[in-house]
């Protein structure tokens, strides 16, 4: 039984239909895991009269988040390193904003979309994740790592809506109040526009997600260029589908963009990029690119960056600067998958 892939209901039925019984013993166990990161059955009372019991939970009991191999640290942000199960390694950022800490997580070891400008996409799609895998990301950082994390973002390694039924389920048990108690106004979703998976998302039960997508063109010639995804799902179906997309009361969906010098940065692609996005509810961060040793491609200059940011905000797009942390141990948009984590400087 591995608790990290249920949530409280969820484990409390299984726990029932294996042992027969109830919350009184299910509930304090899930809250340990949950809470404190591990389980000891000698710190809980209500099995000290039922060893039979706690040994048996001991036997089937499974807490796998894999192992930490590397980790490190630039700016604050700081990337680690986790090797799985089978021996493949996944990637996860945590970043602090403000007063929270944000983990950036993985939902599949590399990626099929094949975006030109990341790194991930280069590695092919070796396979997706457990739900239990990417909750576990979360739970290291929390638990192992002992940092507060109170916002997710999938932005990680995968596309998180070519994994979807695990990455619903892992939405469940992060937002379980029982458990890891994540407001779901603080998890974000983030795709390349898979049009399918947006409208299951917005049909998943409860309280939605925020969504955000991944745009970086102003046409769908341009956009097939760096986003292979973009001939089978162009960008006016994309639209009506966010249109489709329910949001939380003054909310909005995030919009990505990195901007490559002399690809997709010229006061035209602004202009466009606002009239596509104009019917939407938006905000857009700006990512000047982040490129890995030996790229053909470079970061927009500041004039550049500046110039394309302005006509923008000229058109009335909400637009905020997304910075460069973690661009040193390859931490940064775009640079996950495969990099060595550097210099790993312990938390
Ligand atoms: S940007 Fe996202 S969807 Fe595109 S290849 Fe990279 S990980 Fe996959």
Same mark, same amino acid.
């Given at each position: 039984?591995?608790?990290?892939?249920?949530?409280?209901?969820?484990?409390?039925?299984?726990?029932?239909?294996?042992?027969? @019984?109830?919350?009184?013993?299910?509930?304090?166990?899930?809250?340990?895991?949950?809470?404190?990161?591990?389980?000891?059955?000698?710190?809980?009372?209500?099995?000290?009269?039922?060893?039979?019991?706690?040994?048996?939970? %001991?036997?089937?009991?499974?807490? #796998?988040?894999? %192992?930490?191999?590397?980790?490190?640290?630039?700016?604050?942000?700081?990337?680690? /390193?986790?090797?799985?199960? #089978?021996?493949?390694?996944?990637?996860?950022?945590?970043? *602090?904003?403000?007063? =929270?800490?944000?983990?950036?997580?993985?939902?599949?070891?590399?990626?099929?979309?094949?975006?030109?400008?990341?790194?991930?996409?280069?590695?092919?799609?070796?396979?997706?994740?457990?739900?239990?895998?990417?909750?576990?990301?979360?739970?290291?950082?929390?638990?192992?790592?002992?940092?507060?994390?109170?916002?997710?973002?999938?932005?990680?390694?995968?596309?998180?809506?070519?994994?979807?039924?695990?990455?619903?389920?892992?939405? %469940?048990?992060?937002?379980?109040?029982?458990?890891?108690?994540?407001?779901?106004?603080?998890?974000?979703?983030?795709?390349?526009?898979?049009?399918?998976?947006?409208?299951?998302?917005?049909?998943?039960?409860?309280?939605?997600? $925020?969504?955000?997508?991944?745009? $970086?063109? *102003? #046409?769908?010639?341009?956009?097939?260029?760096?986003? *292979?995804? $973009?001939?089978?799902?162009?960008?006016?179906?994309?639209?009506?589908?966010?249109?489709?997309?329910?949001?939380?009361? @003054?909310?909005? /969906?995030?919009?990505?963009?990195?901007?490559? #010098?002399?690809?997709?940065?010229?006061?035209?692609?602004?202009?466009?990029?606002? =009239?596509?996005?104009?019917?939407?509810?938006?905000?857009?961060?700006?990512?000047?690119?982040?490129?890995? *040793?030996?790229?053909?491609?470079?970061?927009?200059?500041?004039?550049?960056?500046?110039?394309?940011?302005?006509?923008?905000?000229?058109? @009335?797009?909400?637009?905020?600067?997304?910075?460069?942390?973690?661009?040193?141990?390859?931490?940064?948009?775009?640079?996950?998958?495969?990099?060595?984590?550097?210099?790993?400087?312990?938390?």
């Amino acid at each position: 039984m591995n608790i990290l892939d249920q949530t409280h209901d969820q484990f409390a039925e299984s726990f029932f239909q294996r042992y027969g @019984k109830r919350t009184f013993y299910s509930t304090p166990v899930y809250h340990q895991v949950m809470h404190c990161g591990s389980v000891d059955l000698d710190r809980l009372s209500c099995f000290s009269r039922l060893p039979a019991l706690a040994g048996q939970l %001991r036997r089937d009991l499974v807490l #796998d988040t894999g %192992r930490v191999v590397a980790q490190a640290k630039d700016h604050g942000v700081v990337k680690f /390193i986790t090797r799985l199960a #089978d021996g493949l390694d996944i990637e996860s950022v945590i970043i *602090p904003m403000f007063r =929270r800490f944000t983990l950036c997580v993985s939902s599949q070891v590399g990626c099929r979309m094949g975006c030109r400008f990341c790194r991930t996409g280069r590695m092919g799609l070796l396979r997706s994740l457990t739900t239990a895998e990417i909750v576990g990301q979360v739970h290291t950082a929390r638990h192992r790592l002992g940092v507060d994390v109170r916002n997710v973002v999938f932005m990680g390694m995968g596309e998180p809506l070519d994994n979807l039924d695990n990455v619903m389920q892992a939405i %469940r048990v992060l937002s379980d109040q029982r458990g890891m108690d994540i407001a779901r106004r603080y998890i974000t979703v983030s795709t390349v526009g898979l049009i399918g998976g947006i409208d299951r998302l917005a049909g998943m039960d409860g309280t939605p997600v $925020n969504l955000a997508i991944s745009l $970086n063109a *102003p #046409d769908d010639t341009l956009r097939s260029r760096l986003m *292979p995804v $973009n001939r089978a799902m162009p960008m006016a179906p994309l639209r009506e589908a966010l249109l489709r997309y329910p949001l939380a009361r @003054k909310s909005a /969906i995030f919009v990505e963009y990195v901007l490559i #010098d002399g690809v997709n940065d010229r006061p035209e692609h602004a202009l466009a990029v606002a =009239r596509y996005l104009a019917p939407l509810p938006v905000k857009l961060n700006l990512i000047a690119y982040n490129p890995a *040793p030996g790229d053909a491609w470079k970061a927009p200059s500041t004039e550049s960056y500046t110039r394309f940011r302005d006509r923008l905000v000229a058109e @009335k797009i909400f637009v905020r600067r997304r910075g460069e942390k973690g661009g040193r141990i390859m931490a940064a948009c775009g640079q996950l998958g495969g990099a060595a984590a550097g210099s790993p400087e312990q938390l």
